[in-house]
Nanobody
Framework: VQLQASGGGLVQSGESLRLSCAAS????????MAWYRQAPGKQRELVAS???????NFEDSVKGRFTISRDNAKNTVYLQMNTLKPEDTAVYYC???????????????WGQGTLVTVSS
């Protein structure tokens, strides 16, 4: 199983970016999908998560600015980031809990990370 993240880049404060993360490989079912971020010198933190039914949660600082969505047919999760701020600068990682066959445990997998830099 692999998670391939994309969409990071350098933007100015107030602009938008959309991150994508596609899961591939031996996949029977995907549970919760999520985005984390890690800023320099800080611990990795959960930014947003979404269940397979579409229920989502957000870290307080991104509420109202970020949205998370998923396309279950494509095994892909998206993070739409609007009104970006310099404090959003971080490496963003996708995470997905994946069941590789019926009855198996859901195991967390990580993408490789994509850098988002927001200049002031």
């Amino acid at each position: 199983v692999q998670l391939q993240a994309s969409g990071g880049g350098l933007v100015q404060s107030g602009e938008s970016l959309r991150l994508s993360c596609a899961a591939s490989g031996s996949i029977f079912s995907i549970g919760v999908m999520a985005w984390y971020r890690q800023a320099p010198g800080k611990q990795r933190e959960l930014v947003a998560s979404i269940t397979s039914e579409g229920s989502s949660n957000f870290e307080d600082s991104v509420k109202g600015r970020f949205t998370i969505s998923r396309d279950n047919a494509k095994n892909t999760v998206y993070l739409q980031m609007n009104t970006l701020k310099p404090e959003d600068t971080a490496v963003y990682y996708c995470n997905a809990r994946i069941q590789q066959y019926r009855g198996a445990y859901y195991i967390p997998y990580w993408g490789q990370g994509t850098l988002v830099t927001v200049s002031s």
